[in-house]
């Protein structure tokens, strides 16, 4: 690669990562989150413990069709009941009516709020289910299988042809759409450093002083790799800190069966093709925009183009070999992301990837060759936006 390039990209990541916004941004905000979800999975145990352990429960039975089981305490009377209450020996009773059976209808009575009580009316509708499942059935066995119909379920993927294949490793899939994730946040970072960036010299006339020493290629490419640099350091300090997260609060089994695989590689391969071609593409726009402001509102095309696959996140999860998925995939500044989720909900057809692959990096290579010749006409033009006959025109030249 050319060394004025290198020159070029060397400055433009300097000059990016002492910014206070960028330290902010990469590491004081990450952290703040990261302190944030600590306190909150610190309290998760006390919560759960709120949560799944109402205490004992009574009950006062005026159908005749409850009986006391574990926790939950048989009383004679409202007032006896009460006392119990107030005495702490359970934390709250309920009463069932005498045409329970055909109503349904309980009342809970409760020191607390309803809102506060509301964690125990999950464990007092299975109570009262065995009851009424246990009379129904008159046996124990076959009344809590029809509670529980299913203790474990296990999947099996099955091909195409009928064979039976290996399940998608859920961390891989979680992987593949953090990076998805991240993929849109960086190009919305990345680019906003780079529209900043272009504009200051346009504003400042350095681009012009710039653009007599070097070559538009050379200056595209040079910002184009340095904000790619930038937005790969801040994206691996979110990872670092992501990893220690789990390291420190883990999940069992989440990613047991992860392995360097195609579908890791793949995912990469398409996260960096995608990142250069959206730089490539603001950049250009960046350049032709008159002032900042009229640069993010010209780039917003991109960032719409960035969030759709986020958008149709879920129907892409349900169908992802549908005619849209499939069409979406070879549309290059939404192939990133598609392909992304379709390798790891599924097995994606080998001519499918490699198409998809050989359009994407085709699309660089045009907008690289096209942006350059509109990168140099729109960084020389001052206080006005290049109409669409003059950019027309500078791609003929």
């Known amino acids: 690669m050319n060394s004025k390039t290198l020159k070029i990209a060397g400055h433009e990541f300097k000059k990016t990562v002492i910014r206070k916004g960028f330290i902010f941004g990469t590491f004081v905000l990450p952290l703040l989150i990261v302190l944030v979800f600590g306190l909150v999975f610190s309290q998760m145990p006390a919560i759960e413990e709120g949560f799944s352990d109402s205490g004992d429960l009574g009950f006062i039975d005026n159908s005749g069709v409850i009986f006391p089981s574990g926790k939950f305490i048989q009383y004679d009377s409202r007032s006896s009941a009460s006392q119990a209450v107030a005495a702490g020996d ?10 329970y059976i055909e109503s349904g209808n309980i ?9 506060s009580s509301g964690n125990s009316i999950g464990d007092i509708e299975e109570f009262l289910r065995g009851n009424i499942v246990e009379i129904s059935v008159n046996d124990p066995v076959n009344s809590g299988r029809i509670i529980s119909p299913v203790s474990n379920a296990g999947y099996v993927t099955i091909g195409s042809e009928g064979e039976e294949k290996e399940s ?3 961390g891989m899939i979680l992987i593949t759409f953090c990076l998805s994730f991240m993929l849109v946040f960086s190009i919305l970072t990345s680019s906003g450093y780079l529209m900043q960036g272009i504009g200051e010299e346009k504003e400042s006339r350095s681009g012009e002083l710039i653009l007599s020493s070097v070559s538009a290629d050379q200056l595209l490419r040079g910002k184009v790799l340095g904000y ?5 350091l801040q994206m691996g300090v979110w990872l670092a800190m992501a990893g220690a997260v789990i390291l420190l609060i883990p999940v069992p089994g989440l990613f047991e069966d992860l392995s360097l695989s195609w579908m890791f590689i793949l995912t990469l391969v398409y996260f960096v093709l995608g990142y250069f071609l959206y ?14 402001a009229e640069a993010q509102q010209t780039s917003m095309i991109f960032t719409m183009f960035a969030v759709i696959p986020l958008i149709m996140l879920q129907f892409i999860m349900a169908v992802p070999d549908s005619p849209l998925a499939v069409i979406l995939s070879y549309f290059p ?10 390798i790891a909900l599924g097995d ?3 001519f499918e990837i490699f198409l998809s692959l050989a359009v994407l990096a085709v699309s660089i290579m045009i907008a690289v060759k096209l942006s350059a010749k509109i990168f140099r006409a729109g960084m020389l033009m001052y206080g006005k936006k290049p109409s669409l006959r003059e950019i027309l025109k500078y791609l003929k030249n």
């Open 348 to 350: 994606v057809p080998a």
């Open 168 to 170: 998608k490793s859920a």
């Open 90 to 99: 359970i934390s709250e009773y309920f009463v069932v009516p005498q045409d």
């Open 228 to 232: 790619g640099g930038v937005g790969f």
């Open 279 to 292: 730089s490539v593409s603001i950049s250009c726009t960046a350049s032709i925009a008159s002032t900042s």
């Open 333 to 342: 500044y939404t192939s990133p992301f598609i392909m992304m989720f379709r």
């Open 107 to 115: 009342t809970v009575y409760s020191e607390n709020s309803p809102l």
